[in-house]
């Protein structure tokens, strides 16, 4: 599995401190983005939240998905959340350490009370003395919040004090990438009641141990409620792992509602992605389930089509620079702006979700600007089926004969694809397995490069030598999300 050491340093531990009137929480910055360039530890917000304990129990479910592994959860994470300035809000993002949860606390403007909130994202500290404090929060006391270093901070340090080393990877970012993607598709399946949530909630099964709970699960709307069901029906959601969920008990007893999210299902469907949503005063607290707890998001393939193409990189380079940190932003007053169809912009805003450069808000249905303070690029450098791709069309592997296409592995197998209305499909294993519903394979995938031309500047592409097998799991190594290999 590769991944690198991510340097991440504050000029201070964050720390939640009494002060006259009430109590003062700081989270401290790390290197990020902004307007106006990178900066070391960019200030977004100072000022008041309005519902301090429900914010303190959001905060704490976000940190507690950054440093979990849900599957093989005796192997620890520990992975600081991203927050991200919209001008109109705050968010906190985090990816659990097995791939598979993706979890985002929006914090509203009405969840807000005090100065302009600030454009950017960075890494926030959130250490074991924090959480520790924010969950012996027992009152609604004031609670003024500074999200960036004080103006004494910045005059009188020289430089970080607090750094920390952390693992990061490859299938971690790429699965920033697919969750926006994935979530893109969803579409709002029930809202039960604060009281209905609360009970279905707590009657979930607890964890095996490995993430599992038995497999996928399904759920269908029942008056103001949701009831289980055994099996995919029209109108069903699925909730594979359902002890994932975990992190919304933080919140429960400041929910006012719960929202169900997932894509459309019919009967034979099989495990799918879901979004839960708890509603809380001012802010809104969503995770995102993978389709099985023993695989992230990172090898469901749907940005791998907007991968291949050169048309959405040069689209994509357009389209970033008419973002300007919004927190919704319009396809359609881009495809304005920018003279670009409305499928060829969301061509584009999946190909700079690829770079952790915008994400989704289900609640909304709309992208939102940030950038991840990663070396994000190496999700696309890095896609094993993307290299595999590349590097059977570099080799000349791909013949084309109107509506087929042959690609030959180096080890002599012939694999055919075949070209119907634009659906892609392939004589391989990977696609007798799963059908187009981890994205296209790499032999498909290479297929579509060679007829885009898109292998005509891949000159200086991989060599074939190292590429990876052309037999087993497309994934390779980075199928499961303990890391280990797929059978």
Same mark, same amino acid.
């Given at each position: ?14 720390a939640l401190e009494s002060a006259p009137g009430g109590r003062r929480l700081g989270l401290e910055t790390s290197r990020g983005s902004t307007p106006r360039g990178t ?186 409620g949701l009831r289980p069901t055994t099996r995919p029906v029209p109108g069903a959601v699925c909730l594979p792992g359902p002890d994932r969920l975990v992190a919304l008990? $933080?919140?429960? !007893? =400041?929910?006012?509602? &719960? #929202?169900?999210?997932?894509?459309? %299902?019919? @009967? *034979?469907?099989? +495990? ?6 708890a509603v809380l005063p001012g802010m809104r607290l969503t995770l995102t389930l993978s389709p099985d707890a023993s695989r992230g998001f990172s090898g469901e393939g ?75 690029? $190496?999700?696309? !450098? =890095?896609?094993?089926? &993307? #290299?595999?791709?590349?590097?059977? %069309?570099? @080799? *000349?592997?791909? +013949? ?88």
């Open positions: 599995m590769t991944r690198s050491l991510q340097a991440v340093a504050y000029t201070r531990p964050s900066e070391d530890h960019p200030r977004f917000f100072a000022g008041f939240l309005t519902s301090p304990q429900a914010a303190a129990a959001g905060l704490l479910a976000v940190a507690d998905v950054a440093a979990a592994r849900y599957y093989q959860p005796q192997l620890r994470a520990s992975l600081d959340p991203v927050v991200t300035g919209n001008g109109d809000r705050l968010r906190f993002e985090s990816f659990s350490g097995c791939g598979g949860v993706y979890a985002r606390l929006d914090v509203l403007s009405r969840g807000l009370d005090g100065d302009e909130i600030g454009h950017g994202t960075t890494n926030v500290d959130v250490n074991n003395p924090l959480r520790e404090a924010l969950s012996r929060i027992g009152t609604d006391d004031p609670l003024h919040l500074r999200v960036g270093p004080d103006e004494m901070a910045v005059t009188t340090l020289d430089g970080p004090v607090v750094e920390k080393k952390v693992p990061l990877p490859d299938r971690w970012l790429r699965g920033f990438a697919e969750a926006q993607v994935t979530a893109a598709g969803f579409d709002l399946r029930a809202e039960p009641s604060a009281a209905e949530a609360v009970r279905f909630l707590r009657s979930l099964p607890r964890g095996s141990g490995r993430g599992g709970s038995g497999g996928a699960q399904w759920v269908v709307p029942a008056g103001r008990q $933080r919140v429960l !007893r =400041h929910a006012t509602a &719960l #929202r169900v999210y997932g894509p459309p %299902v019919t @009967a *034979g469907t099989t +495990a799918k992605a879901c979004a839960w949503e749907g940005v791998l089509d907007a991968l291949a193409t050169d048309e959405a990189a040069e689209d994509a380079e357009l389209i970033a620079v008419l973002l300007a940190w919004e927190p919704r932003v319009d396809i359609g007053d881009l495809a304005a702006a920018s003279g670009l169809s409305a499928e060829r912009v969301r061509a584009a805003l999946v190909r700079l979700g690829t770079s952790g450069r915008v994400g989704y808000d289900t609640a909304e249905a709309a992208y939102f600007h940030r950038e991840l303070p990663y070396d994000a690029g $190496r999700a696309e !450098r =890095h896609n094993p089926r &993307l #290299r595999s791709a590349l590097a059977l %069309v570099a @080799a *000349g592997a791909v +013949a084309l004969d109107g509506a087929i296409g042959t690609v030959t592995a180096d080890d002599g197998h012939v694999h055919r694809v075949r070209d119907d209305g634009g659906t892609l499909s392939c004589s391989c294993l990977w696609w007798a397995t799963y059908r187009g519903g981890r994205g296209p394979c790499k032999h498909a995938l290479a297929v579509r490069m060679a007829r885009r031309g898109a292998g005509a500047g891949q000159g200086d592409g991989p060599d074939p030598a190292s590429r990876p097998p052309t037999r087993g799991h497309e994934d390779g190594p980075d199928v499961r999300v303990d890391g280990s290999e797929g059978r």
